[in-house]
């Protein structure tokens, strides 16, 4: 018996309904803000992303799933879109065609992690770029539209953290300052931590560790180091928050993992996931198209888990789905009569009916059996006396009310269930 990789997941009714309605809904609030969908390709070349998040990241030195083809190219499945939609963008010259580019993606994403609550390595993301502007009114609009969705979904434990990275000359004075609190501590700090000092030291902050974080805990702090052009970008985005309404909380440890953000950080998170309590996240990070291509092109976007937000809904019963239901289902009384029967629902579902009929050669009671499970709120009996006149019973199921209609004019079934 060959089952599914640890750490992917079968995906089927009724639990898809539920994601049929989070992309509808995700889809909707995009385009109400004037974003327009990008598909980029599953894999990418590995340099992009080893280029674009950076080499010391957890997600390049330990999580991607690498191959080399038979062209003896390295190739990634996307741990993240980030990269792939800036690529996009440089290679198709989106920039040239108009200055400010607003796009949003629904995709899978790849990371062999340790599955857990929520954390899948085959795991699926919505999120958006907004490619072209510096302007702090985009960061915020991020904002706005993560906690939007997740609002809309019905969620209600959760929580908007916001952060600045600042430039980049203002934070690697900060680092200097925070080396230079460590170096005395050093020998105390976790292995990994040890490892995040001369690469990615701010990642330490991110630490579990109880020692890292007990060492961390007087750290100096990167907010308290800005320049005066980061401070006022910040402090514009916050003025934007609250003339949306959203609420939020600064947190000055908030770094996030990925090299190339500047400015504006943020995550959404929530107790009703476990652990692992990031909704979402995203910054922005007006270096990356250079370090991945041949230009600036400023750019700030966000990324948020499916499988955490839904996981999230259900443990708070955000939403509840309307009962499966079919309008009609199309029962043979006389067993000649199946060609018939199968015409009628196709001119049914011609018609804009959701329509089913029996394929397994029932005994009419088992096809209205069958009637009743799929919840259908009318059945079609043809054949006997009926059929003989040529007509056909409508049965209204909730009522049990019945009406004899000519078998030539099911256009009558249509007005009858959609009036």
Aim: with cysteine; charged share 30%; proline share 3%.
């Amino acid at each position: 018996m060959i089952k599914a990789i640890t750490g992917t997941k079968d995906i089927f009714a009724p639990e898809v309904k539920r994601w049929h309605y989070l992309e509808n809904l995700v889809k909707r609030i995009f385009e109400n803000f004037n974003y327009n969908e990008i598909r980029t390709p599953v894999f990418e070349e590995t340099a992009l992303f080893a280029r674009g998040i950076g080499e010391s990241t957890d997600i390049v030195s330990k999580e991607m799933y690498t191959f080399v083809d038979r062209g003896d190219t390295s190739l990634t499945l996307k741990p993240e879109m980030t990269a792939a939609v800036v690529r996009a963008a440089l290679e198709h010259s989106f920039d040239k065609q108009q200055n400010l580019n607003k796009l949003y993606y629904i995709s899978p994403m790849f990371r062999q992690e340790r599955p857990q609550a929520g954390r899948f390595r085959q795991f699926h993301q919505f999120g958006a770029e907004a490619l072209g502007s510096e302007s702090p009114a985009l960061d915020a609009e991020m904002i706005i539209i993560a906690h939007d969705i997740i609002a809309e979904l019905g969620l209600k434990n959760f929580k908007v953290k916001i952060n600045s990275l600042g430039i980049p000359a203002s934070r690697e004075n900060y680092k200097a300052k925070l080396k230079e609190y460590l170096e005395p501590h050093f020998d105390k700090l976790s292995d990994d931590s040890k490892k995040r000092f001369n690469s990615n030291i701010l990642r330490i902050f991110d630490s579990k560790d109880e020692t890292d974080q007990k060492v961390m805990k007087d750290a100096p702090l990167l907010i308290e180091h800005l320049d005066d052009e980061s401070l006022i970008h910040f402090d514009e985005v916050k003025k934007y928050l609250m003339s949306a309404n959203v609420n939020f909380e600064i947190d000055p440890k908030l770094v996030r993992g990925l090299d190339y953000y500047t400015h504006t950080t943020f995550e959404i998170i929530s107790d009703s996931v476990g652990s692992q309590s990031a909704l979402c996240g995203g910054g922005r990070y007006n270096k990356l198209a250079a370090e991945i291509g041949d230009r600036d092109i400023p750019g700030v976007g966000f990324a948020a888990g499916i499988e955490r937000i839904l996981l999230a809904c259900e443990n708070e019963n955000a939403f509840q789905l309307e009962e499966d239901s079919i309008d009609v289902y199309v029962v043979r009384i006389d067993k000649d009569l199946n060609q018939k029967a199968y015409q009628s629902a196709y001119q049914l579902r011609k018609l804009g009916l959701l329509t089913e009929v029996d394929y397994l050669s029932r005994s009419v009671k088992a096809q209205m059996r069958e009637a009743n499970k799929l919840n259908s709120k009318y059945v079609i009996m043809i054949g006997g006396d009926e059929f003989q006149k040529g007509n056909f019973l409508l049965k209204n199921m909730k009522t049990s009310e019945q009406e004899e209609l000519s078998i030539n004019n099911l256009e009558k079934v249509y007005t009858r269930i959609r009036g």
